[in-house]
């Protein structure tokens, strides 16, 4: 069984193309799973996640990440940084340590600059103008990536700026593992991405692995960790999206969204845009019509 990946939101694409010759010249799964994830967090455009992401409610970027190895249990994370350039290559370097793992603000960043992490003034011009403007535009989003490896080494890795005009120090669920991201190699991954707060209540990953681990694969055990948790709070959030990998290899997807993206790749394939569609629950390939449509990054 071979090589897969599995990752959130059209803009993970780019680098999930690229994944594929990644493979080829031999980058272990954590270096693919950053250069994906860093692909995004350098990317201006992308107004949810690193360099561009939309500020809290004092206008000042704060960032959310985390990484979990799944042949350990290792996980690490930062929470509400500033100006660090790529948080989630901060949060898999704090897998290394037996306590100390999630960094949280000043703390996060002091050990940031101590270990030699570049830093950055994360507000484009874009953004600042968004938070002056008080667009309350629904931009939040998070670069999630789970990878399996030829061994069957498995890891997840996730990066936010979570929700725009945020109250300063709020963190989601992106960096609290169990919520927004968990990792088994020998059950399966997990990640989420939507409100944190909703996604924090139902401790969405953790439940889908364990859903995992009663048998179900990637795509059953998504279905039944979120619809579960509906039904339980009345349906009332709009927005969770959750993808799986399973250790047999299977992918799963599922989300309240009407079109949610996500891209899947294996070695024998080339990087694949799919699309689960809230409504009519199920999975489709993204295609020229969908992409004409999209609006989201
Ligand atoms: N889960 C992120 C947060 O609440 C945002 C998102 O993924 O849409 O910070």
Redesign the pocket.
């Known amino acids: 069984m071979g090589y897969k990946l599995i990752s959130t939101w059209k803009m993970s694409f780019h680098k999930m193309s690229e994944a594929k010759r990644m493979l080829k010249i031999k980058y272990s799964l954590q270096e693919i799973i950053e250069a994906v994830i860093m692909d995004v967090e350098d990317n201006p455009d992308f107004h949810?996640v690193g360099y561009g992401g939309l500020p809290n409610n004092e206008g000042e970027v704060e960032l959310?990440a985390g990484y979990m190895d799944g042949d350990s249990l290792a996980f690490g994370a930062v929470s509400a940084v500033k100006n660090i350039r790529n948080p989630i290559l901060v949060a898999s370097s704090l897998t290394k340590g037996k306590t100390n793992n999630h960094l949280t603000g000043k703390g996060a960043e002091k050990y940031a600059k101590e270990n030699g992490f570049k830093t950055r003034r994360m507000l484009t011009g874009k953004a600042k103008e968004k938070y002056l403007d008080k667009v309350k535009e629904n931009s939040?989003?998070?670069v999630c990536v789970i990878g399996k490896d030829l061994n069957g080494s498995m890891a997840v890795g996730v990066s936010?700026s979570?929700?725009f005009m945020k109250h300063p120090g709020r963190v989601?669920?992106?960096p609290i593992i169990g919520s927004?991201f968990y990792c088994d190699s020998q059950i399966g991954g997990v990640a989420?991405?939507?409100?944190?707060e909703d996604?924090m209540r139902g401790c969405l990953s953790i439940s889908t692995v364990n859903y995992m681990r009663q048998g179900l694969n990637a795509q059953q055990a998504c279905e039944k960790a979120l619809f579960t948790y509906l039904e339980r709070v009345n349906n009332e959030p709009e927005?969770i999206s959750l993808i799986a990998l399973d250790a047999k290899g299977n992918y799963g997807a599922c989300s309240t969204l009407a079109d949610f993206p996500f891209v899947i790749l294996d070695e024998n394939n080339e990087a694949r845009l799919m699309v689960y569609l809230g409504n009519e629950k199920r999975i489709v390939e993204a295609d020229q019509k969908w992409l004409a449509n999209y609006k989201g990054d």
């Open positions: 949810s959310d939040h989003d998070t936010t979570g929700l989601g669920d992106s927004g989420a991405t939507g409100i944190g996604i927005a």
